[in-house]
T-cell receptor
Framework: GAVVSQHPSRVICKSGTSVKIECRSLDFQATTMFWYRQFPKQSLMLMATSNEGSKATYEQGVEKDKFLINHASLTLSTLTVTSAHPEDSSFYIC????????????FGPGTRLTVL | EDQVTQSPEALRLQEGESSSLNCSYT??????LFWYRQDPGKGPEFLFT???AGEEKEKERLKATLTKKESFLHITAPKPEDSATYLC?????????????FGQGTTLQVKP
C-alpha cells in the first residue's frame, strides 16, 4: 500500500513555543492531505484538509491561526502548532488518499506532542 | 445526523475463539466504508474498503462484510498478535471531499 511518513515522531516543547510537524507521501503524489488529532482512548477527529497550492479548509471549532497548514508540494504538508499550550498535547496524524478520485486513505505513523 | 457507531467498545477473546466486530452507520450517500487497525502509539493501518451492500473482502484471519446499515469484521481463530484497536470509517456524500467519519473503535485483546 501507499506509504505516508511523519516527522518528528515525538516532540516535547515548552508552553508558548511553536512546533512544526511534517507529513510526506513517499511513493505517490497527494494534492490533498488530512490532519487529525487523537486524544487518549478516543477516535480520530478531523482538524483540517490540506490542499496543495491553496488554503487549507478547517473543521468547525479548529482555530486556523493556531494550527497553520502549508501544503508546499505534491508530497509534503506541514502542520505548525503556534504558541502551544498544554491542552494542545495530543497525537497528531496525517493521511492522504491513495490516488486521485479514491476515498481510500493511508495514514502516517503519528506525532506525539507534549507541551510542558 | 451522520454517525458511525462501533460495538462492542472492548472485546476479550481467547486465542482461537472467533468473533465479530460491528460497525453501524447512518449517513446519506455512502461512498465507501473502511476498516483500519491501530496499534498503541501508531497511526491507523489500512485493512479493507467496501463499496456496496453484499461486498466481502478477506485478508488472512479477517473478513469484512457490508450491508445497507452496517459492516462486520469477522475474526477467525484470532492470535495474540491480532490484539489492537479496530476502527471503522465512512466516506459519504455526492462529492469526493475525502473526509472520513470515524467510529470510536473496538479494542480487541486476544489472550494466549
Amino acid at each position: 500500500g501507499a506509504v505516508v511518513s511523519q516527522h518528528p515522531s515525538r516532540v516535547i516543547c515548552k508552553s508558548g513555543t511553536s512546533v512544526k510537524i511534517e507529513c510526506r507521501s513517499l511513493d505517490f503524489q497527494a494534492t490533498t492531505m488530512f490532519w487529525y488529532r487523537q486524544f487518549p482512548k478516543q477516535s480520530l477527529m478531523l482538524m483540517a484538509t490540506s490542499n496543495e497550492g491553496s488554503k487549507a479548509t478547517y473543521e468547525q471549532g479548529v482555530e486556523k491561526d493556531k494550527f497553520l497548514i502549508n501544503h508546499a508540494s505534491l508530497t509534503l504538508s506541514t502542520l505548525t502548532v503556534t504558541s502551544a499550550h498544554p491542552e494542545d498535547s495530543s497525537f497528531y496524524i496525517c493521511s492522504a488518499p491513495s490516488g486521485v478520485g479514491t476515498d481510500t486513505q493511508y495514514f502516517g505513523p503519528g506525532t506525539r506532542l507534549t507541551v510542558l | 445526523e451522520d454517525q458511525v457507531t462501533q460495538s462492542p467498545e472492548a472485546l476479550r477473546l481467547q486465542e482461537g475463539e472467533s468473533s465479530s466486530l460491528n460497525c453501524s452507520y447512518t449517513v446519506s450517500g455512502l461512498r465507501g466504508l473502511f476498516w483500519y487497525r491501530q496499534d498503541p502509539g501508531k497511526g491507523p493501518e489500512f485493512l479493507f474498503t467496501l463499496y456496496s451492500a453484499g461486498e466481502e473482502k478477506e485478508k488472512e484471519r479477517l473478513k469484512a462484510t457490508l450491508t445497507k446499515k452496517e459492516s462486520f469484521l469477522h475474526i477467525t481463530a484470532p492470535k495474540p498478535e491480532d490484539s489492537a484497536t479496530y476502527l471503522c470509517a465512512v466516506a459519504h456524500g455526492s462529492s469526493n471531499t475525502g473526509k472520513l467519519i470515524f467510529g470510536q473503535g473496538t479494542t480487541l485483546q486476544v489472550k494466549p
